[in-house]
């Protein structure tokens, strides 16, 4: 199938994020000051460069796990039938859970993921999103952190792909199709 043209805006340049990751992993240090081992989970695959980045600032003992879920697919909107592609390796009831999202958008994703790990009863749960876009959430669903707050835009980069490309980009960009 041919992509549409398109180029890419730069929205939050990779000096941003790297400062407000700094801000967020001292947040987080707080919050989990008391545990023995924080379980970093990281959805896939748009949060591997956030998650890498946020593990690397937190000077706290934490155990990486993944969990992969889409509404997606190469498409630019959610399906809204969240499907769980790969599960979590390890156990986390009992323990501290941190998950972490790449972006926020209709909330079907997060919401699915979070209530099917509620039901393995961490000890604590938290949610930090790298980007929040509210304007297009169907179901209430927030983040206990947030990074940035963005408009209704497409964006790319950081990890974020579109149609399995631009996530190398350092920074997050804003897709503007130009046909």
């Known amino acids: 199938m041919p992509q549409r043209p398109y180029v890419i805006d730069e929205m939050i340049s990779a000096k941003q994020i790297a400062a407000r990751i700094e801000e967020l992993a001292g947040e987080i240090r707080h919050e989990f000051a008391d545990t023995d081992k924080l379980v970093v989970v990281g959805l896939l695959r748009g949060s591997f460069v956030f998650i890498a980045d946020l593990v690397r600032e937190l000077d706290l003992p934490v155990e990486v796990d993944f969990l992969e ?3 997606y697919g ?21 323990r501290d859970v941190l998950v ?18 509620d039901g393995r ?14 304007a297009r ?7 206990d952190w947030t990074g940035f707050t963005i408009p209704d835009e497409f964006v790319v980069g950081y990890g974020i792909d579109f149609a399995q490309r631009n996530r190398n980009l350092p920074f997050i960009g804003k897709v503007r199709f130009t046909d």
């Open 121 to 134: 009863q961490p000890r604590k749960m938290k949610i930090i999103a790298l980007l929040d876009k509210p």
């Open 74 to 94: 190469n498409a630019t909107e959610s399906s809204r039938e969240v499907r769980i592609l790969k599960d979590l390796r390890g156990e986390i009831a009992g």
């Open 137 to 143: 959430r169907e179901v209430e669903m927030q983040a």
């Open 100 to 117: 972490v999202e790449d972006i926020v958008d209709t909330g079907y994703t997060l919401s699915h993921v979070k209530h099917l790990l």
């Open 69 to 71: 879920a889409s509404s």
